[in-house]
C-alpha cells in the first residue's frame, strides 16, 4: 500500500520590534529573567494596551511578501484560558479580523516548484516562560517574552513530503528576515513550527486523523520529527488498532520520538471575542504603500542583481543570498573595497571557514566590515600576501584587530625583494639536497615542498610570485651548472 | 482626621478635607497606595502607579483626600434586583462636604442614580475622552472616569481639567479636550427628546417633562428599550469575566493559603477573594462567551448595542431627556445604560421632586452645561 502524507503548518515568527506588543518594554531576546517587565505586561490591572505600530508595520510587510490579501480594518481579540506564563489570563490575538488572508509561497523542492498557499497570517503577543525546578518541585515564571509581537502564518494542508516542509521554511525565513520582520532565528526560538500531520491512502480523497507536533527547535529536528510521526501513523492505520486520536504530540530531540501531550478530556473553550479596549485599525492603500515602497530589496532580487550585473558565479550568489546578515557583510565590504568578485571570494573561501571553525553560523557571524575591506586593499596592494592575509582576517574577525596597523606592529609586510630573499632560498636548497637531486631527477611534484620550506623561513610573508620564480631560477642555475 | 471616614476605604493622614479635596473611588490608582476596587482579591495590592487623572488633578492644585468604598469591581448595579448595596463612598463624601467632588467609574449607572437622590450631579463624559490610565478594569467598552459633584460648574471645571489625550491609554478619541465655559458659548438646547417608552412607570415623569418643557419638548420611542437591561448584563458581564481573569493568585492580589496544584491555587484563591457579585459576574460573562453561546447571546447583544446606538438621532433633538427612577429593577438598569452602551456624553442631575438624565451627542458636554444653566437659572 502507497500512503500519502498531508501536512500544515503554523509558522509562529518573533517580530523585529524594538518594544512589546502593548507596552514600551523591551522586547530584546537574552536579557535576564524578568528584567523587561512593567506592570502592563505583568497583567496588572489599570494598565490600557496601546498597540505597537511598528509591530503592525511588520505584519503588513509580512502580508506583502507573501502576496497576501491585506483587511482594510484589522482588530484584536481575547483568547482567554488559565495558566501561569499568561499573567492576563487572555491572550491579545486576532481571531475574527486578522491582518491579512489568502497568500502564497513558492518553493522548491526534489519535485519542482510549488506554490504554497496561505490561509491567513494574524497578530498576537507571546506568552512568557516557565521554568520547572524539579529539586524544589516548583516553577518559576519568565515574563521577559510576555507580549512580545509575534505572527503566526497559518499555511492550508498543502505539504506532502519533510523536504517541502524545510523548503517553505527556509523560503519564508529568507522573505522574512529580508523585509525586516523578523531576524527569524530557530535557537533562540523567534522561528517556531508546529506541524499538522495526517496520513492517507495515496489517491484518497478523505484526509486521516490528524495530530499536532510540536516543540522541534530545528529544521532537522522538524524532517526528524515528521518522519517519525508519518511512521508512526502508518504503523497505527496497517494494524488497525484504532490508537490514532486527534491530539498534540511532543517532540523529544534525544529519545528521536513523540509523546502525547495528555490533554485535558474536554477541548478547552477560548472565550475569543473582541477586545473591547483596543480600537479596530484601518489599514489604507496609502500606508501600505508606504511600508511597501520602503520594503529593503528581497533574497532572489538580490541574487539576480549579484549574477547578472555584478557578475558572480550563481553559486556565490546562493550562498550570499541566503543569509540576510551575509549579504549585508558583503554589501558594506563592496562599499569600502569595490572588487564584487573578489569580495565574494573572501567571504566564501575566508570568512566562511573562520566562522564555521568557530562553530558560529552564517547569521550570527558579525565582523567590522570597514576592517575586513583592509585586509582586502592589504592583499592587493601587496603588503601582505594572501596566506597572511587570511590570518589577519581570523584576527580582525575574533578580536577586531586594525589590519594596517596590525601588520606594521608585527611586521607582517610581504618580502617581494629578491635580493632578501636568495640566501634564504640558497640555505633551502642546501638543507634539501635529496629533495632537489629529486626534482632535478624530473619530479614536479616535490617544488610545493621547497616551497613551503622556503615560505617558513620568511614566517609566511614572502611574495608567493616572487618566491617561485626565483626558486625556479636557482634550481635551474644549479641544473645547469651540474651538466 | 475629626470626619466621618466610613466612606473611605483609604482616608489619606494630613489631607485638609473640603474645597479643594478630591476622593477617588477605589478603583482609580494612585502610586504608593492601596487599590482594592472593592474586592478582598485586591487587599493589600500596592499601585506600582498613578493614574493620569491624579497627575491632572495635582498640578491643578488639587489634593487627594483619600480612596472611597464601593461594591466590588462595581458589579452590583448590573443585578439591580439582588438586594441593596450601601451608597457608594463617593456620594458619601461628597454630600458631606468632606470632599469637593469625587471620581468614579459607573458603568453600571448605580452611582448617578444614587448621587441625584442625594441632591448631588453625576457627570459622564463622552467615551474615550478621560484617560483611563490607572483605573482597574471592569468592563473596558464603558468604563469612564466620571465626577460625583455639588454643582454642574464646579464638574465642568474639572472635566476641563481630567479631559484630554493620553499616550497611555490607548483607547481614547482623538482631539479629546474639554474646555471649561464653552457651554456659555457652545449651543444652548433647543430641542428636548423625551423617551415616551422610558417615562412609562417612572415617578420622575412630571420632573422630566417639567424640565423637558423649558424647552421645545419632543416625544420620541427609544428603540429595544424593554432589551437594554439584558444587553448591558450580557455585555458587562462577559466584559467583567475577562478583565478579571487576572486574579489567579500567581502574580498579585490574594493568594490561597493551601493549593495541591495549579488548578486548585486558581480555584480556591478565586473562590475565597471574589464575593457573590464578581463570582456571578464572571460566570455570565464566561457563560454568555462560551462558543456556543456566543452568537446567541455576545453577538447578538454587540449587535443590539449598535441598533440602539444608530437609532439615536441628534439631527433631530439636541438632548434627550430621562428619569432616574423605575418602577422595575430591569428598568432601573435601561435607564441608567444608554450613555455607557452609546458612548454619549451625560449629566444625571436632582430636578423637581425627582431627576433627571441629559444625554447629548458624542463630544457635546457643552450643550449638557447650557441646558442645565438654562433650566437651573444658575
Request: glycine fraction near 8%; proline fraction near 4%; aromatic fraction near 8%.
Amino acid at each position: 500500500m502507497n500512503y500519502e502524507v498531508v501536512m500544515g503548518l503554523e509558522v509562529h515568527v518573533e517580530l523585529a520590534t524594538e518594544s512589546k506588543l502593548f507596552c514600551s518594554c523591551s522586547a530584546k531576546f537574552g536579557a535576564e529573567a524578568n528584567e523587561n517587565v512593567c506592570p502592563a505586561c505583568a497583567g496588572m490591572p489599570g494598565m490600557p494596551a496601546v498597540t505597537n505600530k511598528k509591530a503592525v508595520e511588520l505584519g503588513i510587510a509580512a502580508a506583502l511578501v507573501t502576496n497576501s490579501a491585506i483587511a482594510q480594518v484589522m482588530s484584536f481579540d481575547k483568547k482567554s484560558y488559565f495558566y501561569p506564563d499568561l499573567p492576563a489570563g487572555y491572550q491579545i490575538t486576532q481571531w475574527f479580523a486578522p491582518i491579512c488572508k489568502d497568500g502564497w509561497v513558492e518553493i522548491e523542492a526534489g519535485s519542482g516548484k510549488k506554490r504554497i498557499t496561505l490561509k491567513q497570517i494574524h497578530i498576537e503577543e507571546d506568552a512568557g516562560k516557565l521554568v520547572h525546578e524539579p529539586r524544589t518541585r516548583s516553577s518559576l515564571v519568565d515574563y521577559n517574552r510576555t507580549s512580545v509581537p509575534l505572527v503566526e502564518i497559518v499555511s492550508n494542508p498543502d505539504f506532502r513530503s519533510a523536504d517541502e516542509v524545510v523548503a517553505y521554511l527556509e523560503k519564508l525565513r529568507s522573505l522574512l528576515s529580508f523585509a525586516g520582520v523578523s531576524d527569524c532565528k530557530m535557537q533562540e526560538g523567534s522561528l517556531r513550527c508546529d506541524v499538522n500531520i495526517s496520513v492517507r491512502e495515496e489517491g484518497s480523497e478523505v484526509l486521516g486523523t490528524r495530530t499536532e507536533i510540536k516543540n522541534m527547535n530545528s529544521l532537522k529536528a522538524i524532517a526528524r520529527a515528521i518522519d517519525y510521526e508519518s511512521r508512526r501513523h502508518i504503523g497505527a492505520i496497517e494494524a488497525g488498532s484504532g490508537e490514532l486520536i486527534q491530539e498534540t504530540r511532543r517532540w523529544d530531540d534525544d529519545l528521536g520520538e513523540t509523546f502525547s501531550m495528555r490533554e485535558k478530556e474536554t477541548a478547552e473553550d477560548y472565550r475569543y471575542f473582541p477586545n473591547p479596549e483596543l480600537m479596530p485599525i484601518r489599514i489604507d492603500e496609502q500606508w501600505i504603500s508606504s511600508i511597501r515602497d520602503s520594503l529593503p530589496e528581497p533574497a532572489h532580487v538580490k541574487y539576480e542583481r549579484m549574477t547578472t550585473q555584478l557578475g558572480l558565479p550563481e553559486h556565490d550568489s546562493k550562498i550570499i543570498t541566503g543569509s540576510l546578515n551575509l549579504s549585508r557583510i558583503y554589501e558594506q565590504t563592496l562599499e569600502c573595497f569595490n572588487n564584487p568578485k573578489e569580495v565574494a571570494n573572501w567571504i566564501i573561501g575566508e570568512l566562511l571557514s573562520i566562522v564555521h571553525a568557530a562553530g558560529v553560523a552564517d547569521d550570527d557571524c558579525a565582523i567590522d566590515c570597514a576592517k575586513f575591506a583592509g585586509v582586502l586593499r592589504l592583499v592587493e596592494g601587496k603588503t601582505i600576501n594572501r596566506a597572511v592575509g587570511k590570518k589577519l582576517l581570523a584576527k580582525v574577525y575574533s578580536e577586531g584587530v586594525d589590519p594596517d596597523e596590525y601588520v606594521a606592529k608585527h611586521g607582517l609586510g610581504m618580502v617581494s625583494d629578491a635580493g632578501a630573499l636568495e640566501p634564504l632560498l640558497r640555505e633551502v636548497l642546501e638543507e634539501n639536497a635529496k629533495t632537489v637531486a629529486e626534482y632535478l631527477g624530473g619530479s614536479q611534484k616535490v617544488f610545493g615542498f621547497l616551497i613551503g620550506q622556503a615560505m617558513k623561513k620568511t614566517a609566511g610573508k614572502a611574495d608567493p610570485a616572487v618566491i617561485n620564480e626565483l626558486m625556479r631560477k636557482l634550481l635551474s642555475d644549479i641544473d645547469r651548472k651540474s651538466v | 482626621m475629626d470626619f466621618d471616614m466610613e466612606c473611605f476605604s483609604t482616608g489619606y493622614e494630613g489631607v485638609e478635607p473640603g474645597d479643594g479635596s478630591v476622593a477617588l473611588e477605589d478603583s482609580i490608582m494612585h502610586k504608593g497606595r492601596s487599590a482594592t476596587a472593592g474586592s478582598r482579591m485586591l487587599e493589600g495590592f500596592i499601585s506600582p502607579i498613578s493614574a493620569t487623572v491624579i497627575a491632572r488633578l495635582e498640578s491643578a492644585g488639587y489634593r487627594i483626600l483619600g480612596k472611597t468604598t464601593m461594591d466590588e469591581f462595581g458589579a452590583s448595579g448590573l443585578f439591580p434586583g439582588a438586594g441593596d448595596s450601601p451608597t457608594s463612598g463617593s456620594v458619601v463624601a461628597v454630600e458631606q462636604g468632606l470632599a469637593e467632588f469625587a471620581l468614579c467609574n459607573d458603568y453600571s449607572g448605580s452611582v448617578r442614580r444614587s448621587a441625584a437622590s442625594h441632591g448631588l450631579f453625576y457627570i459622564h463624559p463622552t467615551y474615550g475622552t478621560v484617560s483611563r490610565y490607572g483605573l482597574i478594569h471592569c468592563v473596558p467598552s464603558m468604563d469612564q472616569i466620571g465626577i460625583v459633584c455639588r454643582a454642574p460648574d464646579g464638574g465642568e471645571r474639572v472635566l476641563s481639567i481630567i479631559s484630554g489625550n493620553d499616550p497611555n491609554d490607548g483607547a481614547m478619541l482623538p482631539d479629546t479636550g474639554f474646555a471649561a465655559g464653552e457651554g456659555s458659548r457652545g449651543r444652548k438646547p433647543a430641542v428636548v427628546a423625551v423617551a415616551r417608552n422610558a417615562m412609562a412607570a417612572s415617578a420622575d415623569s412630571p420632573a422630566v417633562w417639567d424640565f423637558a418643557e423649558r424647552f421645545e419638548a419632543v416625544e420620541f420611542e427609544l428603540e429595544h428599550f424593554s432589551l437594554i437591561g439584558a444587553v448591558m448584563q450580557a455585555l458587562c458581564c462577559a466584559e467583567i469575566s475577562s478583565s478579571l481573569c487576572r486574579y489567579d493568585g500567581v502574580k498579585f492580589g490574594h493568594r490561597a493559603a493551601d493549593y495541591k496544584d495549579m488548578r486548585e491555587l486558581y480555584t480556591k484563591t478565586r473562590t475565597e477573594a471574589f464575593g457573590v457579585e464578581a463570582k456571578l459576574a464572571a460566570l455570565a460573562g464566561a457563560m454568555v462567551l462560551a462558543q456556543e453561546n456566543y452568537s446567541k447571546y455576545y453577538d447578538k447583544s454587540m449587535r443590539l448595542r449598535r441598533v440602539i446606538k444608530e437609532s439615536l438621532d441628534f439631527e433631530k433633538y439636541d438632548l434627550i431627556a430621562l428619569p432616574i427612577c423605575s418602577a422595575s429593577p430591569e428598568g432601573l438598569l435601561a435607564l441608567h445604560s444608554l450613555p455607557q452602551l452609546c458612548g454619549l456624553p451625560s449629566i444625571t442631575a436632582p430636578f423637581g421632586n425627582g431627576g433627571v438624565t441629559l444625554i447629548a451627542d458624542a463630544g457635546r458636554e457643552d450643550v449638557l452645561f447650557a441646558a442645565l444653566r438654562e433650566a437651573l437659572k444658575l
